[in-house]
């Protein structure tokens, strides 16, 4: 899909600036005390345990096609619910559209249990602020002292350990706009109606397969507990493996890297060398073989109307950035 057939507020070019960037001192507050870290050991434990048992099950032939069908019904929405809502959407800007279809969308990222929308935001700015700096909070380049281990622990701490430490982004600092959003603000103070929504769906698409609470179990189980497990670590994956690994099309004066491989499983965010280039671009995927499912999405939106002010970059302005013959 080109990116000039989608009308944009700037004709086709994003900003010069990032509306996002933030700058100034860094080390600030955000919400993070001790029933927040339970809070995650739960989220990201307990898929963990439930993947075991899963395993179990399917080497035992008790994997179903239902059990795929409905994974996979549950995976597409809160993924895209992810990065359409929670990254291009309300990091980035990158579209407008009205309270249902934003309602909608935001909705269906909280089902992902990745934390309430304002703080997912808040923390995902302050990344861009100081990527791959000192007050990122996910860096695996920065931080992690010397020697052989280094690395490791930098991909440790930028995939999963960051999630309980003290780094998280002060939501007054990184996220004015969206506190005084009624509708951002009314989904983030609701997270938990929504988070367990996004599990009575699966439980409740089990039992209208089968007809049995074993079905309805089993759904929960795939379309709940293992969604979530494989769905968070694609997430993580994007601020470890693609700061660590792949291809740098673009100059972008941090380590954001972009790796081919994950970009399907996370619907067009592993394109992250592109989205640092162009952090407001509602495309990451910026070449034509470069599959971008998120922006498939944006793209059918808006024509149908649903969705406007779409920002995308001309090839001009790719151009620039180049790091060389692409």
């Known amino acids: 899909m080109a990116t000039t057939e989608i009308p944009s ?40 345990a439930a993947l075991a048992v899963g395993v179990w099950l399917a080497w035992d032939s008790t994997l179903y096609w ?20 929670y990254h291009r959407l309300l990091t980035h800007r990158s579209f407008r559209c009205g309270p249902a279809v934003r309602a909608t ?6 089902t992902a249990l990745e934390g309430p929308p ?6 995902h700015r302050k990344h861009h602020a100081f990527s791959d700096e000192s007050g990122d909070p996910h860096s695996p380049h920065v931080g992690h002292g010397d020697g052989w281990r280094a690395p490791l622990r930098g991909l440790w701490h930028a995939h999963l350990g960051w999630v309980f430490g003290d780094g998280f982004a002060n939501q007054v600092r990184y996220a004015p706009d969206l506190l005084a959003d009624p509708v951002v603000s009314l989904i ?4 938990v109606l929504w988070a367990l929504v996004g599990l009575a769906i699966p439980f409740g698409l089990g039992y209208a397969v089968t007809g049995t609470l074993d079905g309805a179990l089993l759904g929960l189980l795939w379309g709940g507990a293992v969604r979530i497990l494989v ?17 740098q099309d673009y100059e972008t004066g ?21 989205h640092h280039a162009f952090p ?18 944006i793209g059918t939106l808006a024509r149908i109307g649903l969705v406007t002010d779409v920002v995308t970059i001309s090839p001009e302005r790719r151009a620039k950035k180049r790091c060389g013959e692409l």
């Open 118 to 123: 304002i703080e997912w935001v808040a923390n």
């Open 66 to 85: 239902q059990d795929v069908l409905i994974f996979l019904a549950c995976y597409i929405p809160s993924g895209l619910g992810i990065t359409v809502g």
């Open 188 to 191: 983030d103070r609701t997270f």
């Open 254 to 274: 941090d380590e954001s890297r972009n790796l081919a491989w994950l970009a399907p499983l996370s619907f067009g965010e592993a394109w992250h060398n592109n």
């Open 9 to 48: 507020r700037t004709g086709g070019e994003a900003d010069v600036s990032d509306p996002v960037k933030v700058t100034g001192e860094f080390q600030t507050p955000g919400r993070f005390n001790a029933l927040d870290k339970l809070a995650t050991a739960v989220a990201t434990g307990v898929p963990a």
């Open 280 to 297: 407001t671009s509602a495309a990451h995927g910026l070449r034509r073989r470069q599959l971008d499912l998120s922006w498939l999405l």
């Open 231 to 247: 769905l968070h670590h694609v997430t993580f994956s994007i601020n470890s493996l693609c700061h660590f690994f792949g291809r």
């Open 105 to 110: 969308i935001i909705i269906c990222g909280c």
